[in-house]
């Protein structure tokens, strides 16, 4: 059995199923290249059959990565087995990753069938993909709730037919980690050939064990980890990427280790952030900016006196680094791209002379930029292509008077100016834009987070949408609240006006 663990990530598939976190294909191809520099062994890159934009997601993803394996998910169908190796058809390394449920909460209300139906059905699309690609990844969805006799008889079938991938989910997160390794530990001990393929997990975190059964899983004898960047995925999320390679770091006794290059976890994490527009909690365990922040005295004594008093990992093996370059108002644009290149980010020379001109300005009024800065600077141009853009906004507000915003807007190239009041300025600059797009439309959740501390610090906004039952999610990022408040609002409405 091999020591070495296979990260298999999932992120543009499951972790991009959250609401609100869609990418687009050129977003989805960023992602996958930081992918593949920070180490990841597969990328699950789609549902090629679930619509056009994932297909050809998988198509572009084929042609921009080299060496990763392209993983393709489908259902026990035969459609989407045929549409999933025409999206892999360019990928230097292709899989195909088909299966079916098997608890008895799938088989008879999910599916209405029995178990021999199952096992039939399970076989049939593993030799169905086998005739497309020679790795094929098989699916036993919620094995987490099915019973180890039964599976054990499905993943036997499967291996028989071919399968050189074994995939055993927890799809519900119910398990506990005794649990969920004893059902590794039984399938290798009760599945003839299993030494011959590679067990893989995908653990969900609904009871917050997600890593724990991972972890659980793997010293039991899986070799594939199913993983997200930051946790993210359906529900409560998925395993974490940075938490599993870092266990096995920091535990060199299991003698199990990742391709990983860990200086880049951080800077992944950022870009898959900003790029999905959703927060990492500050408490999250390797990539929070409280990960290795100490507020306690007594922990900065221990800490300055030996940092691994309190520090079990040491920030630069993840790629906090303490002695990083500074940027302000004085750096050139060397520093910015060298900067950006840390954080997984590459510009073309255009796009680069655009974010240092804003960079320049944004220093004026912060005098020190930090890198959610940097990565709010390098999202902007992702904006830039939208059809509504703010050109002003004008906000008279205090107490005592009546808020009343002025707001222009470009339209596909077209000018347009309205006038609001509203309750307060935030309000007031909505109902301005709401003048000009006369749409019906509701904002339902409105978050500003703050970066750091500070009162020139950049917010970010995050806004909810409703239009026609709809929702859509909004985000921007800047010093100016009002302005980023209104620019999320319409990053929002570009998704749902064409």
Same mark, same amino acid.
């Given at each position: 059995?091999?020591?070495?663990?296979?990260?298999?990530?999932?992120? $543009?598939?499951?972790?991009?199923?959250?609401?609100?976190?869609?990418?687009?294909?050129?977003?989805?191809?960023?992602?996958?290249?930081?992918?593949?520099?920070?180490?990841?062994?597969?990328?699950?890159?789609?549902?090629?059959?679930?619509?056009?934009?994932?297909?050809?997601?998988?198509?572009?993803?084929?042609?921009?990565?080299?060496?990763?394996?392209?993983?393709?998910?489908?259902?026990?169908?035969?459609?989407?087995?045929?549409?999933?190796?025409?999206?892999?058809?360019?990928?230097?390394?292709?899989?195909?990753?088909?299966?079916?449920?098997?608890?008895?909460?799938?088989?008879?209300?999910?599916?209405?069938?029995?178990?021999?139906?199952? $096992?039939?059905?399970?076989?049939?699309?593993?030799?169905?993909?086998?005739?497309?690609?020679?790795?094929?990844?098989?699916?036993?969805?919620?094995?987490?709730?099915?019973?180890?006799?039964?599976?054990?008889?499905?993943?036997?079938?499967?291996?028989?037919?071919?399968?050189?991938?074994?995939?055993?989910?927890?799809?519900?997160?119910?398990?506990?980690?005794?649990?969920?390794?004893?059902?590794?530990?039984?399938?290798?001990?009760?599945?003839?050939?299993?030494?011959?393929?590679?067990?893989?997990?995908?653990?969900?975190?609904? $009871?917050?064990?997600?890593?724990?059964?991972?972890?659980?899983?793997?010293?039991?004898?899986?070799?594939?980890?199913?993983?997200?960047?930051?946790?993210?995925?359906?529900?409560?999320?998925?395993?974490?990427?940075?938490?599993?390679?870092?266990?096995?770091?920091?535990?060199?006794?299991?003698?199990?280790?990742?391709?990983?290059?860990?200086?880049?976890?951080?800077?992944?994490?950022?870009?898959?952030?900003?790029?999905?527009?959703?927060?990492?909690?500050?408490?999250?365990?390797?990539?929070?900016?409280?990960?290795?922040?100490?507020?306690?005295?007594?922990?900065?004594?221990?800490?300055?006196?030996?940092?691994?008093?309190?520090?079990?990992?040491?920030?630069?093996?993840?790629?906090?680094?303490?002695?990083?370059?500074?940027?302000?108002?004085?750096?050139?644009?060397?520093? $910015?791209?060298?900067?950006? *290149?840390?954080?997984?980010?590459?510009?073309?020379?255009?796009?680069?002379?655009?974010?240092?001109?804003?960079?320049?300005?944004?220093?004026?009024?912060?005098?020190?930029?930090?890198?959610?800065?940097?990565?709010?600077?390098?999202?902007?141009? *992702?904006?830039?292509? *939208?059809? %509504?853009?703010?050109?002003?906004?004008?906000?008279?507000?205090?107490?005592?008077?009546?808020?009343?915003?002025?707001?222009?807007?470009?339209?596909?190239?077209?000018?347009?100016?309205?006038?609001?009041?509203?309750?307060?300025?935030?309000?007031?600059?909505?109902?301005? %834009?709401?003048?000009?797009?006369?749409?019906?439309?509701?904002?339902?959740?409105?978050?500003?987070?703050?970066?750091?501390?500070?009162?020139?610090?950049?917010?970010?906004?995050? %806004?909810?949408?409703?239009?026609?039952?709809?929702?859509?999610?909004?985000?921007?990022?800047?010093?100016?609240?009002?302005?980023?408040?209104?620019?999320?609002?319409?990053?929002?409405?570009?998704?749902?006006?064409?």
């Amino acid at each position: 059995m091999s020591d070495r663990l296979f990260i298999f990530d999932t992120t $543009l598939r499951d972790g991009e199923q959250v609401p609100g976190c869609q990418l687009n294909t050129v977003e989805k191809i960023e992602v996958a290249k930081a992918l593949e520099e920070l180490g990841v062994d597969v990328i699950e890159a789609g549902f090629p059959v679930s619509s056009p934009g994932d297909f050809n997601s998988v198509v572009e993803i084929s042609k921009a990565v080299t060496w990763p394996t392209i993983c393709a998910l489908t259902r026990a169908v035969e459609k989407d087995i045929i549409v999933a190796a025409e999206a892999l058809q360019y990928a230097k390394h292709k899989r195909i990753h088909t299966g079916i449920g098997t608890s008895d909460y799938h088989i008879r209300y999910k599916f209405n069938s029995t178990r021999e139906e199952i $096992l039939e059905r399970a076989v049939a699309c593993v030799k169905c993909a086998k005739k497309y690609v020679e790795d094929v990844q098989f699916y036993a969805e919620d094995a987490g709730r099915t019973d180890n006799e039964y599976l054990a008889r499905v993943i036997q079938a499967v291996v028989n037919a071919g399968a050189t991938v074994v995939n055993i989910p927890d799809t519900t997160g119910y398990c506990l980690p005794s649990e969920f390794g004893a059902k590794i530990k039984y399938l290798m001990e009760h599945v003839d050939g299993i030494h011959k393929v590679t067990i893989a997990t995908h653990c969900h975190n609904d $009871l917050g064990m997600a890593t724990a059964n991972t972890m659980s899983g793997v010293i039991n004898g899986a070799r594939q980890a199913e993983v997200t960047i930051n946790g993210i995925g359906e529900r409560a999320g998925n395993t974490s990427l940075e938490e599993i390679v870092m266990i096995c770091r920091s535990h060199k006794d299991l003698g199990i280790d990742t391709n990983i290059n860990s200086t880049k976890l951080c800077g992944v994490s950022r870009l898959v952030s900003n790029l999905m527009n959703m927060p990492v909690q500050p408490n999250k365990a390797i990539v929070g900016r409280n990960a290795f922040a100490h507020s306690s005295g007594i922990h900065q004594d221990g800490v300055l006196k030996n940092r691994e008093s309190y520090e079990i990992i040491d920030p630069k093996d993840v790629g906090v680094d303490e002695n990083s370059i500074v940027l302000t108002a004085r750096s050139g644009r060397a520093a $910015l791209k060298h900067r950006m *290149h840390v954080l997984g980010i590459e510009l073309d020379k255009d796009a680069l002379d655009k974010a240092y001109e804003a960079f320049l300005k944004l220093a004026d009024r912060k005098k020190e930029i930090n890198d959610d800065d940097v990565l709010m600077l390098a999202g902007q141009h *992702h904006r830039a292509n *939208h059809r %509504i853009k703010l050109q002003y906004l004008q906000v008279t507000s205090g107490v005592g008077l009546q808020s009343v915003a002025s707001v222009g807007l470009d339209i596909a190239g077209e000018k347009f100016e309205a006038c609001a009041s509203g309750n307060g300025p935030v309000d007031a600059a909505i109902s301005a %834009i709401k003048v000009i797009i006369r749409r019906t439309m509701q904002v339902k959740e409105f978050l500003i987070q703050a970066i750091n501390k500070g009162s020139n610090d950049i917010g970010k906004v995050h %806004i909810t949408v409703e239009h026609e039952g709809q929702q859509y999610y909004g985000f921007s990022a800047n010093t100016d609240i009002i302005a980023a408040s209104a620019e999320a609002f319409i990053d929002a409405i570009n998704k749902f006006v064409r």
